[in-house]
């Protein structure tokens, strides 16, 4: 917008001031013209007394001395007998017929004018047509640099201030109206984020204002309807515990057998889903408020947190942190504990006792890996395990997806391969609010 309109205002004031120094400059030129031939017609009535005055000699010096200006006048006599007193001496039809007639004429030429006056001796000397010298003044252009290169050059300099005045007043017009524009896109795109703060700066033109208060509307209707959003899945969450656990129970009292433990192991998968969606509601109500949380001290917690069941279940539990590795990332310690304690959960939960597991973090380009692996029988080929309550690996299949969102929520990745080990190996990748640092 701000570079369109300067190459608007730069054509529309080049083809102004075009139309008016055009014209102005060749203007100029015929006033400079007119000057000269005014000058001329005096030269040729002084010219004219030295003449009357019948001496040649006179009239040669004269002539010399007038001509010895550098005004763009040559003035020359030309006598009936063919002596030309003065630079350009020659007969032309135009003199003869000058002098024949006895008027005086002005006839123009490639580059100004020249002036034929016949100079009246007198009845003294017969006043013969045919002895009547002339004289002849050619008025050509001036030499340069003149008054009117000096004119020109004055007006091709004021046109140019003016051009560059209209381009300076557009630049700053452009940025009055492109810096509330570009303020106001930032802010819409900060809509979202974990600042506090979601509305729009109003300012700018009125229409650039109005565009604001409809964009802080809408974010405030937005947040209203994610609040409710919010307060709906809670209450519906919490209102669900009951009868899951009137469900349960009844599934207790019932006699040992297949289809009770089917049936425990629904309740179970349900119970689990409540508590996930109790989780998201919570996240939900989180999210903006706490800022990035700092990746080694959440797992050294957390793995000194798991160590004891691990010493109880014969397992080795190996933590491998690299020295002075420092990393934050975009999540709250209550989300980064959780996304932890799904993956160690993972290998407590599913592999037997004596089992070893390792967790480390690996320094990646721009993020930091939680690595969790184990020496296990691995993953159970050709399963989904990341997918949302179907795993049929005999698990709520909740544990793997949550830790799926989690990652995904904070712009990372969650792979599972095979580990080194011959178990599973979760890679969980976060990117970091500030790169790394070690100290």
């Known amino acids: 917008m701000r570079r369109a309109l300067i190459v608007t205002v730069a054509a529309t004031s080049s083809l102004v001031l075009l139309a008016m120094l055009v014209p102005l400059a060749l ?9 000269r031939l005014a000058r001329a017609a005096l030269e040729v009535q002084a010219t004219e007394t030295v003449v009357s005055r019948q001496d040649r000699g006179l009239v040669a010096t004269y002539v010399d001395r007038i001509n010895a200006r550098d005004s763009g006048i040559t003035t020359t006599v030309l006598y009936p007998d063919g002596i030309g007193v003065g630079p350009r001496p020659g007969e032309s039809a135009a003199v003869a017929e000058a002098r024949r007639s006895g008027r005086a004429r002005v006839d123009d030429t490639a580059t100004g004018a020249r002036i034929l006056v016949p100079v009246s001796l007198g009845a003294g000397a017969g006043d013969v047509p045919d002895q009547t010298p002339v004289v002849r003044v050619d008025v050509g252009a001036d030499p340069f640099p003149s008054r009117v290169h000096l004119a020109w050059a004055v007006l091709a300099l004021v046109g140019l201030a003016i051009l560059a005045g209209a381009l300076l007043l557009a630049d700053r017009l452009g940025t009055s109206f492109v810096r509330p524009i570009r303020r106001l896109a930032d802010s ?20 650039v204002q109005e565009l604001a208060r409809s964009l802080n509307r809408l974010v405030v209707r937005i947040e209203g309807l994610l609040e409710r959003e919010r307060e709906d899945l809670a209450d519906l969450s919490h209102r669900l515990r009951t009868p899951v656990t009137a469900l349960r129970l009844d599934v207790d009292a ?21 508590d996930q969606l109790i989780l998201q ?3 939900a109500q989180r999210d903006g408020l706490d800022g990035p949380t700092e990746a080694v001290a959440v797992l050294s917690d957390r793995a000194e947190f798991w160590r004891p069941l691990a010493e109880e279940q014969g397992r080795s539990f190996t933590l491998d942190v690299p020295p002075g590795l420092r990393g934050e990332v975009p999540l709250s310690r209550d989300d980064l504990e959780a996304l932890v304690d799904v993956l ?6 599913h592999t037997p006792s004596g089992i070893a597991a390792t967790v480390r973090l690996e320094a990646r380009p721009g993020g930091i890996a939680l690595v969790v692996e184990d020496d296990g029988d691995g993953f159970p080929a050709g399963t989904d395990m990341t997918g949302r309550g179907r795993t049929g690996a005999g698990s709520t299949g909740l544990g793997l997806a949550i830790a799926e969102a989690t990652t995904s929520a904070a712009a990372g990745t969650l792979t599972l391969e095979r580990s080194a080990m011959g178990g599973a190996l979760v890679v969980a990748v976060l990117p970091t609010v500030a790169g790394l640092s070690a100290r």
Request: net charge negative; aromatic share 4%; hydrophobic share 35%.
């Open 27 to 35: 203007l100029i030129r015929n006033y400079d013209l007119e000057d």
């Open 188 to 207: 819409a795109g900060r809509l979202g984020g974990r600042d506090g703060d979601q509305q729009v700066e109003v300012a700018g033109p009125p229409e």
């Open 254 to 274: 019932l006699a040992p057998g297949p289809h009770r433990d089917r049936l425990v192991e629904d309740v179970e998968r349900i119970h689990a889903m409540v």
């Open 281 to 283: 509601a919570r996240r």
């Open 344 to 349: 160690l959960d993972n290998v407590f939960s």
